[in-house]
C-alpha cells in the first residue's frame, strides 16, 4: 500500500488515500467521486489514462492533481 494525496486543481482541496497495486485513476477519481477530473503527476505533466495503473507510476506520499481538461474549440467569426 502507498500513500497518495490528491489535490483538486481551483479547490485548494486535499484528499489523502491508500491505494493497492493495480489501483488504475479511474479508481482513485471514483472513490473520490471526481469523475469529470483527470489525474497528472503536475500542471505541465500528461494526463494518466483512465485504466492506466497509477501505482507503479507514484512514490509512497507523493502528491498528485485532479483537473478538468481544458475545453479547445475554435472560435466562430462574427457574420
Not at 483538486?8 to 493495480?22: F, M, Q, S, W, Y
Not at 503536475?42 to 481544458?70: C, H, L, R
Request: charge should be negative; charged fraction near 25%; aromatic fraction near 6%.
Amino acid at each position: 500500500m502507498k500513500k497518495l494525496s490528491v489535490v483538486v486543481a481551483g479547490t485548494g482541496n486535499i484528499h489523502d488515500l491508500e491505494i493497492r497495486p493495480g489501483t488504475t485513476a479511474g479508481d482513485v477519481l471514483a472513490q473520490l467521486k471526481l469523475t469529470d477530473y483527470l489525474l497528472s503527476k503536475g500542471p505541465n505533466e500528461p494526463f494518466f489514462a483512465q485504466a492506466e495503473s497509477v501505482y507503479d507510476k507514484v512514490g509512497d506520499g507523493e502528491k498528485i492533481y485532479a483537473s478538468t481538461k481544458a475545453e479547445v474549440g475554435v472560435r466562430k467569426e462574427a457574420a
